[in-house]
Every structure is written in C-alpha cells, then in structure tokens.
C-alpha cells in the first residue's frame, strides 16, 4: 500500500470517529419532568424529608468519591503497550537509506 493511501486511510478513520463521537449524548445535572411524574419537592415531602428551599432542581450527594485506582493502572498499562508498540515499530523500521 502506497504511503498516500495509507494517510489517507488513517485521515478517513479519524474522521469518522470524530463524526461518531460528535453523536454520543452528554450527561447533564438537570431534572427532566414528564407529565404525570411528581416533582422532586413532592417526591422529597412525601418520603416524609423536606426539600431546602423547593425551587429549582437538586444535584444528588456525592458521597466520598469514587475509587479511581483501577482506572489510573489500566491508564498506565495501556500507555506502556502503547511506547511498547512504538518501540518495536521504529526498531523493525530499521535506518533509513538516503536515495
């Protein structure tokens, strides 16, 4: 395969998943009422706590957080394979020849 084809492969790929990625919802801190569904305050008078000010929507409690140390090994591990890949590559290349 021809090195413009292969750019042009790699440039083709990026695009379509930056135009797939462009469709992947967002996750909003907003209450969405539906008709006939109680609104949080009532909801929150009727399990018998009583909401701070009843105006407007609530963000839910956080908690203590959450783990992230599996996330921050698989980061690494992945960057790693990555560097790896990289590694092999430029060695299997070997040195280029002037023409």
């Known amino acids: 395969m021809s090195v413009a ?6 440039a083709t790929t990026a ?10 919802p967002s996750a909003n801190a907003t209450v969405e009422n539906t008709p ?9 008078q009727a399990d018998g706590r009583s909401a701070d000010d009843g105006s ?5 409690a956080t908690g203590p957080g959450l783990d992230t140390t599996p996330y921050l090994i698989g980061g690494t591990a992945l960057l790693g394979i990555g560097a790896g890949f ?7 290349s070997g040195p280029r020849r002037a023409r």
């Open 36 to 44: 006939g569904a109680p609104s949080p305050a009532a909801a929150d």
């Open 86 to 92: 990289v590694t092999s590559s430029v060695r299997r």
């Open 15 to 24: 695009g379509t998943l930056l135009a797939a990625l462009w469709f992947v």
């Open 5 to 10: 084809r292969r750019t042009l492969l790699t």
């Open 56 to 60: 407007g929507p609530r963000l839910a």
